[in-house]
């Protein structure tokens, strides 16, 4: 049974914006934080930014802070992804995971993992 779902992925041209989205379950959003993962050719995957279930608080690697952001609409079920003034090397895919705890930006202890979506910035 599927429990995450990502979706919004896409080619952009450099500047460009794109919003991710990550469609849970209800039961997975209420009892799990969220995580942002995204692994490039060749290179290992890299989480980049979390979301606390208790607080709401986020994290973010420097290499996205203050271009990305990530936000949770629990009435949807949805954690989005919203990625602007995007870069070459944000090129990637890019995967939301569920788990126990946010260590700084990283989701640790993954329980749940969707099957990804593709960015790629390009002109």
């Known amino acids: 049974q599927v429990q995450l779902v990502e979706s919004g992925g896409g080619l952009v041209q450099p500047g460009g914006s794109l919003r991710l989205s990550c469609v849970a379950s209800?039961?997975?959003?209420?009892?799990?934080?969220i995580g942002w993962f995204r692994q490039a050719p060749g290179k290992e995957r890299e989480g980049f930014s979390c979301t606390s279930r208790t607080d709401g608080s986020t994290y973010y690697a420097d290499s996205v802070k203050g271009r990305f952001t990530i936000s949770r609409d629990n009435t949807k079920n949805t954690v989005f992804l919203q990625m602007n003034s995007l870069k070459a090397e944000d090129t990637a895919k890019y995967s939301c995971?569920?788990?126990?705890?946010?260590?700084?930006?990283?989701?640790?202890?993954?329980?749940?993992w969707g099957q990804g979506t593709q960015v790629t910035v390009s002109s």
């Open positions: 209800e039961s997975i959003l209420e009892h799990n934080n």
């Open positions: 995971a569920a788990g126990v705890f946010c260590s700084h930006h990283t989701l640790m202890a993954e329980n749940y």
